[in-house]
């Protein structure tokens, strides 16, 4: 099944000075593409959708077979249990994978959605304003680093992938080869075998489940911010050796959903940032909501890591991150020192 193109900046937009005139055709054009790939991306999944219920019937159909088997098992050929064992596993297996595929490409069109909505804004921003802007550049933050952080995320996620179920599921493969052999040597060790197989299922399972929440967390649409947030401290707590703590004051309320999705990102970033290169070990988040605002301190006592102001150079992402708070007008305060730890303010307006 063809994957759509990964999106990526185009090299004029890399090399060149871009003016307000031609920022506005630049990110209608870039909208555009999106709403192509958010197209092929629903194509995909309803393909999916289709081979998963082809699958879920074979499925329903061996375990009835398998029932059958189980009746009258002293009685069946081994080389017919055999098989039966060998299609039931396969089925599981494409059953497995088709699921894995199809949520991780609703999680990408999730992405797309919010990505193309974001756009949309900044578009019709820059449009209304056109006639009384002046004509020297734009700066390079408007778009391109949307899109360079846009990638950077992606790229993590496949390196993600690729360490942690790809690997899991390459031993799921050899397990259930070990397994079938062994059905007709020897039974018991076979069942010890199928027991570990179903262990590394599980675990190859959850795994693709918290990188998807990673990606597109859906109890953000349907919970909200807070408990999402406290969600996801948990699950990092769970994943790693990290000490995690969450405190939430004022009023839990719903708001705007691109409020609440670059506060979460961004709190997102700040924590992956705290426990894969700070190597923190405590990571403390507080929320607070009011009438018209939404504030996230986040303190940790990881290793420093400084935000080059005016410099091109972004290792951590701190200087895009400042931007996107900036340009929904919130506010953005980040300080880190040796033996205090680090602190990061994070204030957003919360609309009505």
Do not use: C
């Not at 999106?7 to 054009?29: Q, R």
Request: charged share 30%; hydrophobic share 40%.
């Amino acid at each position: 099944m063809a994957t759509p193109a990964q999106p990526n900046a185009p090299a004029d937009a890399e090399n060149e000075s871009l003016t307000l005139e031609t920022l506005v055709p630049f990110i209608g054009n870039r909208l555009e593409e999106i709403k192509n790939q958010s197209k092929e991306l629903r194509s995909l999944i309803d393909q999916s959708r289709s081979e998963v219920d082809k699958m879920k019937q074979r499925q329903g159909a061996e375990a009835m077979r398998w029932k059958q088997i189980q009746s009258s098992f002293d009685s069946v050929p081994r080389e017919d249990i055999r098989k039966a064992f060998e299609s039931s596993m396969d089925t599981q297996q494409r059953l497995f994978a088709m699921s894995g595929q199809m949520e991780r490409l609703q999680a990408q069109q999730g992405v797309l959605a919010q990505f193309a909505e974001f756009l949309e804004k900044v578009h019709d921003t820059l449009r209304i304003n056109q006639p009384e802007a002046a004509s020297g550049p734009a700066p390079k933050s408007v778009v391109v680093r949307v899109v360079e952080a846009q990638e950077d995320e992606r790229k993590r996620l496949s390196r993600q992938m690729h360490d942690g179920p790809a690997q899991v599921l390459s031993n799921f493969i050899l397990q259930a080869e070990i397994a079938a052999r062994l059905f007709e040597i020897d039974p018991i060790r076979a069942k010890e075998e199928l027991a570990n197989l179903k262990n590394a299922a599980n675990s190859a399972f959850q795994r693709v489940r918290n990188y998807i929440f990673d990606l597109r967390p859906m109890m953000l649409d349907d919970l909200g911010l807070a408990p999402t947030l406290r969600r996801y401290l948990d699950n990092v707590k769970e994943q790693g050796k990290q000490e995690t703590s969450f405190t939430f004051t004022g009023t839990e309320r719903r708001m705007p959903s691109h409020i609440e999705v670059v506060m979460f990102r961004a709190v997102q970033q700040l924590v992956a940032m705290a426990r894969d290169d700070g190597e923190a070990t405590k990571i403390k988040l507080t929320l607070d909501i009011d009438d018209t605002r939404v504030k996230a301190v986040l303190e940790h006592d990881g290793k420093i890591l400084e935000e080059k102001a005016g410099s091109e150079e972004d290792p951590h992402g701190l200087i895009a991150l400042r931007e996107r708070i900036e340009m929904l007008g919130g506010e953005y305060e980040y300080a880190s020192q040796a033996g205090q730890g680090t602190y990061a303010r994070i204030e957003l307006p919360a609309g009505e």
